[in-house]
């Protein structure tokens, strides 16, 4: 069983950073590609970004490209997304996600089977 925990959210200014963390519980951690999505109110889960299993892959949305950077630490059982230059249209509650073997082309939320709470991240205008 793997189980996720995100923190790292709050609320920031625009063009201010922030970085969240998911924890992940499982031996197996690093046999798991990971990713993050977002769901802002009235709006569908979207996906934000992916990493690989192996850590050698990463694919993020149009919208974050050259802005947000995701990471693991195999060592630490962690992932990370790494936010900068955030806007207000990235405000959503973030959440993080693990698929077995993910090569780093999953991204739609069915594909994944283990999901964190959700960590809120506001950014104002």
């Known amino acids: 069983q793997v189980q996720l925990v995100e923190s790292g959210g709050g609320l920031v200014q625009a063009g201010g950073s922030l970085r969240l963390s998911c924890a992940v519980s499982?031996?197996?951690?690093?046999?798991?590609?990971m990713a993050w999505f977002r769901q802002a109110p009235g709006k569908k889960r979207e996906f934000v970004a992916t990493i690989s299993w192996s850590g050698d892959s990463t694919y993020y949305t149009n919208s974050v490209k050259g802005r947000f950077t995701i990471s693991r630490d195999n060592a630490k059982n962690a992932g990370y997304l790494q936010m900068n230059s955030l806007k207000p249209e990235d405000t959503a509650v973030y959440y993080c996600?693990?698929?077995?073997?993910?090569?780093?082309?999953?991204?739609?939320?069915?594909?994944?089977?283990?999901w964190g709470q959700g960590t809120q991240v506001t950014v104002s205008s």
């Open positions: 996600a693990a698929k077995q073997y993910s090569t780093g082309t999953a991204v739609l939320p069915n594909e994944y089977g283990y």
């Open positions: 499982g031996r197996t951690f690093r046999t798991y590609g």
